[in-house]
């Protein structure tokens, strides 16, 4: 398993933008895909975006197309969700999640990824 944290979160005003990292360490980074999800107070956790381990491959929730980008730098063991003309819907934990998989093919299912980071406060005043 890889160990992830994640950075970026914090206040911002409606329409704003905030770009989120998540450092992993451990086995090998390039051999797990990665997502991003959020959870909302009294809500379940939902899935925002995810990328293959190529990063050839991206995937979003229609909640957040056209506005977030997820982003991955093999190199740096470091995968980014830019998130741009937020909403004060967009308020909640974000998570990063990571998927260990043989090939370019993913899953975008909570039950199949494999290691979670504890999650970051992202708040949009409106």
């Known amino acids: 398993q890889v160990q992830l944290v994640e950075s970026g979160g914090g206040l911002v005003q409606a329409g704003g933008s905030l770009r989120l990292s998540c450092a992993a360490s451990g086995r090998t980074f390039s051999r797990y895909a990665m997502g991003w999800f959020r959870q909302a107070p009294g809500k379940e956790r939902e899935f925002v975006g995810a990328?293959?381990?190529?990063?050839?491959?991206?995937y979003y929730a229609d909640s957040v197309k056209g506005r977030f980008t997820i982003s991955r730098d093999n190199a740096k063991n470091t995968v980014y969700l830019q998130m741009n003309s937020l909403k004060a819907e967009d308020t909640a934990v974000y998570y990063c999640?990571?998927?260990?998989?043989?090939?370019?093919?993913?899953?975008?299912?909570?039950?199949?990824?494999?290691?979670w980071g504890q999650g970051t406060q992202v708040t949009v005043s409106s």
């Open positions: 990328i293959s381990w190529s990063g050839g491959s991206t």
């Open positions: 999640a990571a998927q260990f998989t043989a090939a370019q093919a993913m899953s975008i299912l909570r039950r199949d990824f494999d290691s």
